[in-house]
């Protein structure tokens, strides 16, 4: 499916902390856009249109359209700073991309046959994610909107590595350029745990540690030993 997002945007001059409450008071966005081999830029942007977008999986990991004052500019959303706890975005950062220069974007991972996948469907086993996204890099033009990760034919006990993933034309997986020590687990397919591996909760919270009575009485009784030996020398002294 080819997306298109093109957002809005206003330059603008003033900077620092009280412009910026300023424009969030407002119903704005402050942002700024840099890179490309150009001066970075100041802009705003309405609040709800960001927030519209946001809503799509895709903006994060697409080529954006920044129509600033009417002049079209292609960049990737690189950082978004939101409230902490209120459905807000605070500031957003934009970096521009050129058609001739890769990019590296992270990207999110679509996992299918998950109930289907013979370590589950066969041999009752649950699967386990350690990378929803992964870091990619390549030319604009290969951007994928996301790469999927077929677990059909994993088994029980079994998982993929990042050298498994199989990304589009064009596109190479930032982690595997540091070397072999860096093809991590993205999935897999365990066990379930069952009710004898659950942790044994007490009441007031905390995890019990087996055998810890006996050795609590065992030391007890080792203090009394020792107790006892030294009232005897006492004695025979």
């Given amino acids: 499916m080819n997306l298109d997002f093109t957002l809005i945007a206003e330059a603008r001059s003033e900077r620092g902390k009280n ?3 300023r424009l969030r008071k407002m119903g704005k966005i402050p942002a700024i856009i840099y ?9 705003t942007f309405e609040h709800s249109a960001v927030i519209n977008n946001l809503q799509n999986e895709a903006f994060y990991s697409h080529i954006l359209t920044i129509d600033v004052d009417g002049k079209p500019q292609k960049v990737i959303l690189r950082d978004l700073q939101r409230h902490p706890y209120k459905p807000t975005v605070l500031h957003m950062d934009l970096l521009r991309v050129r058609a001739d220069t890769e990019i590296n974007v992270h990207v999110p991972l679509h996992f299918l046959n998950e109930d289907t996948a013979t370590g589950v469907k066969l041999e009752g086993g649950v699967v386990s994610h350690n990378f929803t996204e992964i870091e990619i890099s390549c030319l604009p033009k290969h951007l994928p909107e996301f790469i999927e990760v077929d677990v059909q034919e994993l088994k029980l006990g079994e998982s993929l590595h990042l050298s498994n993933i199989k990304v589009p034309e064009g596109v190479t997986i930032v982690e595997l350029a540091h070397g072999e020590g860096h093809d991590h687990t993205v999935v897999s397919i365990h066990a379930k745990r069952t009710a004898e591996e ?3 909760v007490s009441e007031t919270g905390e995890e019990a540690v087996e055998g810890a009575e ?3 009485g065992a030391e007890g009784a080792e203090s009394k030993d020792e107790d006892d030996k030294k009232s005897s020398g006492d004695d025979s002294s």
Avoid at 35 to 43: F, H, I, M, R, Y
């Fill in 35 to 43: 890179g490309g081999g150009e001066e970075p830029a100041s802009v």
């Fill in 214 to 216: 006996g050795a609590e």
């Fill in 19 to 21: 412009e910026s409450r």
């Fill in 198 to 200: 659950e942790p044994v």
